[in-house]
């Protein structure tokens, strides 16, 4: 069967495809996400705790590096086979190269689940693949404009982008249980660690009747669009697999990074974007991100990468 997780978002889906009126109140949404990207950042952090060696920077740089190769050879596929416009399909590579935290969540809680073996970087995974696709995917629009950057333009695009409450929290809890460990923390941590699932299934009812609602109703006229956001997670994870093997990591740590580049942001990256190129669509980027390839990962994906892992 499948997490119990998963159901929860199954169960968002369903309500919300049958127009029921359950719904989580955004200051609820706002402290379950809160709640998740710091617990998520302590557990890695505590995953951490005296095991810091230099050659995780030269991992870090090549998994960061993975996002932003990414959104560099989506541009032409969008371009030329979705027939996009140029916005739109920078903007969508950009929400492709980065990563969503859901995604990594359900993936966490999946590996933890059936006790594969983790490294204890993969929470750092998460923060050094946000940015470098959203400044790709920028990149590439402007030169397509012929446009050369601002510099203005690009400090403040950092700065919202690393300043993010998500990147804040993610990061802050990284540090906080790397220096206090498992032991030391437990009086805080344990009650954060202990909710992760509870809290994650909350956060998962409400991406299922957000989901619901942006598939309502189907617009099939974007059907390449929609068929992209089917198709682009599991080629995608491909990658995920082969830098996995070239890094050596463990089977658990593999299927977290393939879940991380099968994915798409849809926080940190429409902030950024909606800035950047403002006439980009960002309701198209939420149709296949969020509508289609989150759901995707979290019923389907996820177990299948971890075949895939099996099997190579």
């Not at 919300?16 to 302590?42: E, F, Q, R």
């Not at 095991?51 to 998994?63: C, D, H, I, K």
């Not at 993975?66 to 969008?78: E, H, K, M, R, T």
């Amino acid at each position: 069967m499948p997490d119990i997780v998963v159901m929860f978002f199954l169960l968002g889906l369903v309500a919300g495809v049958v127009k029921s009126n359950l719904t989580i109140p955004h200051a609820a949404y706002d402290t379950l996400s809160l709640l998740l990207m710091l617990t998520i950042g302590l557990k890695g952090g505590m995953a951490l705790n005296g095991s810091l060696q230099w050659g995780l920077l030269v991992e870090l740089l090549l998994v960061a590096a993975l996002g932003g190769l990414i959104a560099f050879g989506l541009v032409p596929l969008l371009l030329r086979v979705v027939r996009l416009s140029a916005a739109d399909s920078a903007s969508i590579a950009a929400h492709y190269g980065s990563v969503s935290a859901g995604t990594f969540a359900v993936a966490l809680a999946y590996v933890e689940g059936r006790e594969l073996l983790l490294g204890p970087e993969v929470t750092l995974y998460l923060v050094a693949m946000e940015l470098p696709a959203i400044m790709v995917g920028i990149a590439l629009f402007r030169r397509m404009r012929g446009a050369t950057t601002a510099s203005s333009t690009m400090q403040g695009i950092w700065h919202e982008t690393l300043t993010n409450r998500g990147v804040i929290l993610l990061a802050g809890g990284v540090v906080i249980g790397a220096m206090y460990g498992p032991m030391e923390g437990a009086p805080v941590t344990d009650l954060f660690t202990g909710a992760f699932k509870a809290v994650l299934a909350l956060f998962l009812l409400e991406m299922g009747l957000t989901a619901a609602e942006t598939l309502r109703p189907l617009p099939w006229k974007h059907w390449r669009l929609l068929t992209f956001a089917v198709i682009a997670p599991p080629c995608l994870a491909l990658l995920g697999l082969a830098a996995g093997r070239v890094l050596g990591l463990p089977d658990g740590s593999i299927v977290v990074l393939m879940a991380l580049t099968a994915s798409a942001s849809y926080i940190a990256a429409p902030a950024a974007i909606r800035t950047a190129i403002p006439n980009a669509n960002i309701g198209l980027a939420m149709l296949a991100a969020l509508g289609i390839t989150f759901p995707f990962n979290v019923i389907i994906g996820i177990p299948l990468y971890h075949q895939l892992v099996l099997w190579s």
